[in-house]
Nanobody, 124 residues
Framework: QEQLAESGGGEVAVGGSLTLSCSAS????????IGWFRQVPGQEREFVSY????????RYKDSVKYRFTISRENDRNAVILQMNNLKLEDTAVYYCAADRRGMGSIRRDLYDYWGQGTQVTVSS
């Protein structure tokens, strides 16, 4: 069973930056489409961004476009979510997910594996 691990969460002031990383432990991360989702207590888990296996197709939630960047670092076996100009409303637990089709999606149900999540807190 594949396992995903997220890292890089923490607390940052409004306008600050954080870098999240997602790595698979059984197969190389590069074989999967990777998605990032986030969840606030009492709310549904929502799509943030995804990148396909090739790294050529990416997509973002509108509210994070131009602030967040998703990319692959295959030499580190990782997918990176660079988050800049963070806002209070970005506070959530962030999860990465792997799509065996290699595509990625905004739909949660199309992902096969999920990480445990990492907390991102943006404070004023």
């Amino acid at each position: 069973q594949e396992q995903l691990a997220e890292s890089g969460g923490g607390e940052v002031a409004v306008g600050g930056s954080l870098t999240l990383s997602c790595s698979a432990s059984v197969q190389p991360t590069r074989v999967y489409g990777i998605g990032w989702f986030r969840q606030v207590p009492g709310q549904e888990r929502e799509f943030v961004s995804y990148i396909d296996r090739s790294g050529n197709i990416v997509r973002y939630k509108d509210s994070v476009k131009y602030r967040f960047t998703i990319s692959r670092e295959n030499d580190r076996n990782a997918v990176i979510l660079q988050m800049n100009n963070l806002k209070l409303e970005d506070t959530a637990v962030y999860y990465c997910a792997a799509d065996r089709r290699g595509m990625g999606s905004i739909r949660r149900d199309l992902y096969d594996y999920w990480g445990q999540g990492t907390q991102v807190t943006v404070s004023s």
